[in-house]
Structures are given as C-alpha cells and as structure tokens.
C-alpha cells in the first residue's frame, strides 16, 4: 500500500504548493512511483506541473461529486513515475455540495482506496484553510507535513493546526500521524530565519526535518515553466534541498 501524505497549513503563502510540487518530483526521481492530489481549487499545482488544468475533462471534482471513473482522472505528467489528479476552480464549490453528502469526510478515501496499492507514494496539496477538502485529505492520509515558513509569525496558526489533527486522528482517522515540519523560504543572511527555527524547535514537539528549503530566486520562477525544480534548474539549492527531504521521508518508512 502507497504511503499517503497530506500537505498541509492553513496559512497562504508557505510553500505548501511548492513543497507538493518538488517533494512529489524528487520522489519520482528516484524511482518511486507517485500520484499528486492538487486538492486546492487554485490548482496551482496542476500548474506547477505542467498540466493545463482547464482542459482536463475528468479531474479531482468530478471523480468526487460527479462520480468519475478514478482511470480517466488520472493524468501522466512529463515527469517519469509521476501522475496527477488536477483541479480547478469547479473545485471552490465542493465545500457546499459536499455538505448534503453522507460521510462527507470520507469521500476522497472511498473514491481511491482501491487504488493505494498503485503508487509507492501519494502526496496531496491541501487547501489553505481547514475546511471540508482538507479533512477529507486527511482522513485518507497516513501522515501530515506541515510546511513552515521562516517568518515572524511563524507559530501563528500551527497549534490550531495541530489540535485539528488531533481530532481528526481521535474522530475519524486514528492511524493519522505527523509525518513532520518542513521549513521553506529560509533565509541564511537574516538573523530572523535562524531565530524561527530554534523558537519553533522550541515549541513543537513533532519531527522536524533537517532539509530546509531556501529562499531561492529559481525555486520561484520553476511553476511559471510548469517544470518542478529538479527540471527547471537541477543544480540549484533548491533542488538539492527537495532531494534531501526526499531522502528523509523515505528513510522514515525504512525505519
């Protein structure tokens, strides 16, 4: 069974979609077999990938509310090993649709638990908010990662986050875990970055992961290309550091 990891923060602008992205990537680059769930109706990381997420027919959407075959959502990206489920702004409405639904937390894991088997990893981009579409992810995922950007206001919001998780984990997915934090847009010449990690260091007891993703002009300028950044620019710091947290979340299933 793939191993299935839910990204997510409630806060905008983080590097969710840029960690779903690249995580996903570097996975695929050595040799896993990996399915991305864009789950935010931005579909940004459709986007990021390389795919025109407004003419895809049969995306997240319609295999959840309009009952879409899972095989004909799928889309192969140019990237070897990596397959997408894309979203668009259709996606925006699930929330109130979803509502009259019976075991409405449970829909993405219905509509793909038969296929788990499938892939050795699936990574899903949650939406910036928790709200129907990321508890639907997290009662399918095994675990979360948690992007944290290194900015002032760094643990604003995360306690709330992780007492969501808790009672998704005590409610609905007991087998929830947290696969850890991730700190993005790390800025080496500010004292500010450094101070963030240590104080959340300080504060959270979870796994933190020792990658930690740059501040890097190229990282930024990979999803206008729609190319992630082991393709746009596979010798930048940017790249090395998604490679590194690659390597980190295998070698914790291997533990």
Same mark, same amino acid.
């Given at each position: 069974m793939g191993r299935i990891i839910a990204i997510t923060n409630q806060k905008? =602008?983080?590097?969710?979609? *840029?960690?779903?992205?690249?995580?996903?990537?570097?996975?695929?680059?050595? =040799?896993?077999?990996?399915? *991305?769930i864009d789950l935010d109706p931005q579909g940004n990381t459709s986007t990021g990938l390389g795919v025109d997420k407004n003419k895809i027919k049969h995306n997240v959407y319609s295999l959840m509310?309009?009952?879409?075959?899972f095989k004909k959502t799928l889309t192969k990206t140019k990237i070897k090993n990596l397959y997408l489920l894309t979203s668009n702004m259709e996606l925006a409405g699930a929330e109130i649709e979803l509502a009259s639904f019976e075991d409405r937390e449970f829909l993405l894991k219905k509509k793909l638990i038969d296929y788990t088997e499938d892939f050795d990893y699936i990574i899903i981009d949650c939406p910036p908010s928790l709200n129907l579409l990321t508890i639907n992810a997290l009662t399918f995922a095994d675990s979360v990662l948690v992007p944290i950007q290194c900015e002032f206001f760094a643990l604003e919001g995360l306690t709330q986050l992780m007492y969501t998780i808790k009672l998704v984990k005590k409610?609905?997915?007991?087998?929830?875990?947290?696969?850890g934090l991730v700190f993005t847009m790390y800025d080496s010449r500010t004292n500010l970055s450094m101070q963030v990690v240590e104080e959340v260091k300080k504060y959270i007891k979870e796994n933190v992961y020792k990658a930690i993703i740059p501040r890097n002009v190229r990282l930024a300028e990979a999803p206008s290309h729609g190319m992630p950044i082991t393709k746009y620019a596979p010798?930048?710091?940017?790249?090395?550091?998604?490679?590194?947290?690659a390597d980190e979340v295998i070698e914790k299933e291997d533990n």
């Open positions: 905008g =602008g983080v590097g969710k979609t *840029t960690t779903s992205i690249n995580l996903s990537a570097a996975l695929a680059e050595k =040799g896993k077999k990996v399915l *991305t509310l309009d009952n879409s075959d409610k609905l997915n007991p087998f929830l875990n947290v696969e010798e930048s710091k940017g790249a090395d550091s998604y490679r590194l947290l």
